[in-house]
């Protein structure tokens, strides 16, 4: 047993050790851990405000409608040639307008809100199918847009995505003690003279673009873990929310890039390494707190 982990320890490091002596030599590595650094910032920010407010559910809702508009982008860029209509774009449109549609449908309907949740959850996948189906030769983008795909992030994407983070960061800073007040209790709010329902849904939209970010990172289907599980985390260590959010970013940073890092000698997924190292993480820290 003890020569398996030795072993085992050495092959692992082995490993993370090829990467980083890649990293210095592959623009793509370069790229791709660019990348997982400006997503952790958004998501250690973002991902406090979505446990604190316990709003999972809404945000796991817009990640699934994105692929609609991904695949509408790719096919009108395609088909019709909208050379500048990116699929990026189309994510950031469809996951704005999700964000207040289900927002709207959650404050003002009668139905039970996870119904019409799971019915935008949905359409929205079946939407970017239908789409991406029609769209001549790039059948093989679904698996990239499902479950992400690091390794292919250009120059372009990390022009996007740090734009992204500069306005989630900006819009946080600005508003971060109305939204920790809407985050907490809302009829507080209120009556303190806070507009409630607005910073509720620039949460939504903060939320939006950050689901926006993840899906370059580890995909649609994967995104709600990475954006909840290391502010989960991380509030079990905090208790202020500026702490929490600092600790969150950083534990996803970190998973990202050890993620990354163990994917690539074996050639393994990235998206999904990143996914189970984040998930095994959380569920050993849960354990090990409760003993």
């Given amino acids: 047993m003890a020569n398996m982990s030795t072993w085992f320890g050495t092959t692992r490091g082995t490993a993370i050790g090829d990467f980083f002596h890649a990293l210095l030599q592959h623009s793509f590595l370069q790229h791709a851990l660019l990348a997982g650094l400006l997503a952790s910032l958004a998501c250690g920010i973002v991902g406090t405000y979505v446990v604190t407010r316990r709003i999972t559910y809404l945000a796991g809702g817009i ?5 609609g508009g991904m695949g509408f982008a790719r096919y009108m860029q395609v088909v019709h040639g909208w050379t500048h209509f990116e699929p990026l774009l189309g994510a950031i449109i469809t996951a704005l307008a999700a964000a207040f549609i289900i927002g709207w449908i959650n404050i003002h309907a009668k139905e039970r809100i996870d119904t019409v949740i799971s019915a935008f959850w949905g359409m929205g996948m079946a939407t970017g199918i239908l789409f991406i189906s029609k769209t001549p030769g790039y059948g093989e983008d679904m698996m990239a847009y499902l479950f992400g795909n ?3 992030v250009t120059e372009r994407d990390l022009f996007i995505i740090g734009g992204l983070d500069v306005l989630i960061v900006a819009i946080s800073l600005l508003f971060h003690k109305q939204l920790v007040a809407v985050c907490y209790d809302e009829e507080f709010a ?3 003279g806070i ?12 939320t939006a673009l950050t689901v926006v970010l993840m899906v370059s990172v580890v995909g649609i289907v994967m995104v709600i873990v990475l954006l909840t599980l290391p502010a989960a985390l991380a509030g079990r260590f905090c208790r202020r929310m500026g702490s929490m959010m600092a600790l969150a970013a950083g534990i996803c940073a970190l998973l990202t890039t050890v993620g990354l890092a163990l994917s690539y000698k074996p050639d393994l997924p990235a998206g999904a ?4 190292l984040t998930g095994v993480v959380y ?3 849960v354990t090990l707190k409760r003993h």
Avoid: K, S
């Fill in 195 to 206: 507009n409630a329902q607005f910073f509720y849904f620039l949460m939504l939209a903060l």
């Fill in 273 to 276: 390494t990143i996914i189970i």
């Fill in 190 to 192: 209120r009556l303190r």
């Fill in 150 to 152: 690091i390794l292919l």
């Fill in 283 to 285: 569920l050993i820290t």
């Fill in 63 to 67: 990640a699934h409608c994105v692929l």
